[in-house]
């Protein structure tokens, strides 16, 4: 295929520090509050609000490598140049940054699966055909949204950025204040998890901040990367850790721990009902389906444009299947694919734990690669990095020994899936790595 194929068309300064905020905090907020809620009470117990104050920590300390990076080399596709600096264009660059990828698109798929989940909740709809067909109707939607362009794709984001959070926020108030501000429902009973289950709980709860790299993978289109990235960093999580609390304590002050694993597709409406009514419960599933749409349509925007700079720089295979048009239509299709089948095709909710894998052992990389190749050159921590790459490997310990009791296979699915990723990349691309000396043309 000629050059002029490759080139995917970015539009440097066509999004603005709103509007990578809320692509940020539309990924985070969709995944965190919607979909991992009763995932994370089931492994934490009674200490859950405490987790997402944890993972907060843990994703403020891998933050550093990206923001450093960020501000000496904006890109898009963030996290592929990233790895590229640091590894060069080899299977573990490629590896890497496929791991993410993935891992964004088993996100998009549990969010629109919840999405479905919430809008069906007032029919009493739990299962059937309808849960995977508004799921793929979800995902479609943010593909029109996403070849529209990227000043829509920032518009839109504010827009529902601003109704959900405010709306969020009002429901965990209003919820609060019905309580009395009573926290004994979940707080006080509930079995007790133990330590490593709190920790293994971390695991998710990043997960739910791990959108601050939807705000990285667009570097090189937001206005003044090299401040607005690292402040918008910082602002997503701020606001995210935020809103997480005041929810988590919101639904715990309404429904016991059983009650919330039990409903953990939907334990926002579910805990509205009793604290708020039926309004409150009708008003709670409408900010869940603006929030989990405004979620998938900045993941499908985040991950095409990862795989769109996988291809420039040739890490991975690319075909255009007979489409027209550049390199970035391309990948958006491929996202929109994968994501609808497994929202039709697989319990998403178990899926979800191997997205754990791919996004903490991507991040181990990339940590590892900021020390030993670019730290003096970005001028990291190197205090910061390590303490990020051990939080990494102590939380994916626990949570692989939590599902090594509960669910084995998942484990073995999810190194053999990592390793599966590597060797491929291995395959395709003949080397693990390229020395550091020379010049790669697709660095930037």
């Given at each position: 295929?000629?050059n002029d194929?490759?080139q995917?068309q970015y539009?440097?300064?066509?999004?603005?520090?709103?509007?990578?905020v809320?692509?940020?905090t539309?990924?985070?907020?969709?995944?965190g509050?919607?979909?991992l809620?009763g995932?994370?009470?089931?492994?934490?117990g009674?200490l859950?609000?405490?987790a997402f104050?944890?993972?907060?920590i843990?994703?403020?300390?891998?933050?550093?490598s990206?923001?450093?990076?960020s501000?000496a080399?904006?890109?898009?596709?963030?996290?592929?140049?990233i790895?590229n600096?640091?590894y060069g264009?080899?299977a573990?660059?490629?590896?890497?940054a496929?791991?993410?990828?993935?891992?964004?698109?088993i996100?998009?798929s549990?969010?629109?699966?919840?999405?479905?989940s919430?809008?069906?909740?007032?029919?009493?709809?739990?299962?059937?055909l309808?849960?995977p067909?508004?799921?793929v109707?979800v995902?479609?939607?943010?593909?029109?949204?996403?070849i529209?362009g990227?000043?829509?794709v920032?518009t839109f984001s504010?827009?529902?950025a601003?109704v959900k959070i405010?709306?969020i926020?009002?429901?965990g108030?209003?919820a609060l204040?019905?309580s009395?501000?009573a926290?004994?429902s979940?707080f006080?009973?509930?079995?007790d998890?133990?330590?490593?289950g709190?920790?293994?709980?971390?695991?998710?709860a990043?997960?739910?901040?791990?959108?601050?790299?939807?705000i990285?993978?667009?570097?090189?289109?937001?206005?003044d990367?090299?401040?607005?990235?690292?402040?918008?960093?910082a602002?997503?999580?701020?606001l995210c850790?935020?809103i997480?609390?005041l929810?988590a304590?919101?639904?715990?002050?309404?429904l016991?721990i059983e009650e919330?694993i039990?409903?953990?597709?939907?334990?926002?409406a579910?805990?509205a009902?009793p604290?708020?009514?039926q309004i409150?419960f009708?008003?709670t599933?409408?900010?869940?389906?603006?929030a989990?749409?405004?979620?998938v349509?900045?993941s499908?925007f985040?991950v095409s444009?990862?795989?769109a700079?996988?291809?420039?720089m040739e890490?991975?295979p690319?075909?255009?299947?007979?489409?027209?048009?550049?390199?970035q239509?391309?990948?958006?299709?491929y996202?929109v694919?994968?994501?609808s089948?497994?929202?039709i095709?697989?319990?998403?909710?178990?899926i979800?734990?191997?997205g754990?894998y791919?996004?903490?052992?991507m991040?181990?990389i990339?940590?590892?690669?900021?020390?030993?190749?670019?730290r003096?050159?970005?001028?990291?921590?190197t205090?910061?990095l390590f303490a990020?790459l051990?939080?990494?490997a102590?939380?994916?310990?626990?949570f692989?020994a939590?599902?090594?009791?509960?669910d084995p296979?998942?484990?073995?699915?999810?190194?053999?899936?990592?390793?599966a990723?590597m060797a491929?990349e291995?395959f395709?691309?003949g080397?693990?790595f390229?020395?550091?000396e020379?010049?790669?043309?697709h660095?930037?």
């Open positions: 295929m000629g194929d490759r995917s539009e440097e300064g066509s999004i603005s520090l709103s509007g990578t809320a692509m940020g539309g990924v985070m907020i969709g995944a509050i919607f979909a809620t995932q994370i009470a089931e492994l934490a009674p859950f609000p405490l104050i944890a993972g907060a843990v994703t403020g300390l891998s933050a550093h990206y923001v450093k990076m501000n080399w904006p890109s898009s596709g963030g996290i592929a140049m790895l600096k640091c264009p080899g573990i660059t490629g590896g890497a496929l791991l993410m990828a993935l891992s964004m698109v996100a998009e549990l969010v629109a699966r919840t999405f479905a919430y809008l069906l909740r007032p029919f009493d709809i739990t299962s059937g309808l849960i067909a508004l799921a109707a995902i479609v939607f943010a593909f029109l949204i996403n529209s990227n000043r829509s920032g504010i827009i529902m601003v405010g709306g926020a009002l429901f108030i209003a204040w019905s009395g501000f926290f004994s979940a006080e009973g509930g079995e998890f133990g330590v490593i709190f920790v293994a709980s971390v695991a998710l990043i997960l739910s901040f791990k959108g601050f790299t939807t990285t993978n667009s570097g090189a289109e937001v206005t990367p090299h401040r607005n990235v690292g402040r918008a960093i602002i997503a999580i701020t850790v935020v997480y609390l929810v304590f919101a639904v715990g002050s309404s016991s919330i039990a409903a953990r597709d939907y334990s926002l579910q805990a009902e604290a708020l009514g409150g009708i008003l599933v409408v900010l869940a389906v603006v989990t749409a405004s979620a349509l900045a499908v985040a444009r990862m795989l700079m996988l291809t420039n890490l991975i690319h075909s255009h299947f007979g489409m027209p048009g550049p390199i239509k391309h990948t958006l299709v996202t694919v994968i994501a089948v497994l929202s095709f697989f319990d998403l909710s178990r979800a734990s191997l754990v791919f996004y903490l052992i991040d181990m990339i940590h590892w690669g900021v020390y030993r190749y670019r003096e050159e970005t001028g990291a921590n205090a910061v990020a051990i939080a990494d102590v939380v994916l310990a626990a692989t939590m599902k090594f009791q509960s296979l998942i484990v073995v699915t999810g190194f053999g899936s990592v390793i990723v491929f291995r395709y691309l080397k693990w390229a020395p550091l020379e010049e790669h043309s660095d930037q």
